[in-house]
């Protein structure tokens, strides 16, 4: 196939290029270098991301693919277990071009099953499972010639929560922050700096690994939620407002310990590339 489609959309401003191939022919293992031009913001379409869409009976990385799984790499080409805005704005398009029925979807992801609800509103909300705490105590995070104490929350992907006084306090989040012991995430992190706004409210920064700063994490926002929760004690079932610099999501922590994500997606743009414009075959 000398040309491929493409779409792009975000979920509160966390951007991904959306590559349709349902049979899995059209990109073969989807090669890092193309990952890259793609979300390259200056000379590609520029994204946080890249979703693959494939049927979950043609997939072959995971036992269990789902009805549709979602193939999803970061900007630097490398792989990510899961993404909470992605699998909303993979199932808005799956909506849009008519692959699904009813309100729900099983998207199959490296993290596991994400049972998917697409709500009256035109929010989804996203079974985004239990959360680990698996430490170990005393991880600190450094970024901008500051330190804090972090929690690891693993939400499929590692993440490291930290409070602080200012959202300001952190600096540039382009460059990948510093963590001790640095064993504590042999394969990267995602740093979250958290300040509370009021009761079961809160407003965040992130960066993720691969990525850079990005407007917003689902995933992330989760983990937050747990580390403000437990800090506070809060009683399951318990939901937080989480602010991020692209929006506003609501994660709620249920009495069965899965967490639900609830959240915007919107597609905003599609068109074709040439494969000989990329120098690819």
């Known amino acids: 196939m000398s040309t491929f489609p493409w779409l792009k959309g975000h979920g509160t401003e966390n951007d991904f290029v959306i590559l349709p191939d349902p049979d899995g022919s059209v990109h073969g293992d989807l090669d890092a270098a193309l990952v890259r031009f793609l979300c390259d913001r200056h000379a590609g379409l520029g994204a946080d991301g890249v979703l693959r869409v494939i049927q979950g009976g043609k997939q072959a990385y995971v036992e269990d693919g789902g009805d549709w799984f979602m193939d999803y790499r970061n900007a ?29 979807v099983r998207v199959g992801t490296r993290a596991g099953i994400k049972e998917v609800a697409q709500n009256d509103d035109g929010s989804l ?83 993720e690994r691969g990525s850079g700063e990005t407007r917003s994490c689902g995933t992330g926002t989760c983990a937050v939620t747990v580390a403000a ?45 040439d494969r000989a414009w990329l120098g690819i075959r």
């Open 125 to 207: 909300t996203v079974d985004m499972g239990e959360p680990a705490l698996p430490g170990p105590a005393g991880i600190v995070v450094e970024a901008g010639g500051h330190q804090w104490p972090a929690v690891h929350v693993d939400m499929g992907n590692p993440h490291a929560v930290a409070f602080v006084d200012s959202l300001d306090e952190p600096g540039n989040l382009c460059d990948q922050p510093t963590w001790s012991p640095g064993e504590a995430f042999p394969h990267g992190v995602n740093v979250e700096f958290v300040v509370r706004r009021g009761p079961r409210d809160v407003q965040m920064r992130v960066h």
């Open 229 to 273: 929760a437990r800090a506070a004690r809060d009683e399951l079932p318990v939901t937080y407002r989480v602010g991020v610099p692209g929006g506003e999501v609501q994660v709620t922590w249920r009495t069965d310990n899965h967490l639900e994500l609830t959240g915007p997606a919107v597609l905003h743009a599609r068109g074709e590339f």
């Open 76 to 104: 630097d080409g490398s792989i990510a277990e899961m993404c909470g805005n992605g699998v909303r704005v993979f199932v808005k398009y799956l909506a849009n071009a008519g692959l699904i029925d009813g309100k729900s």
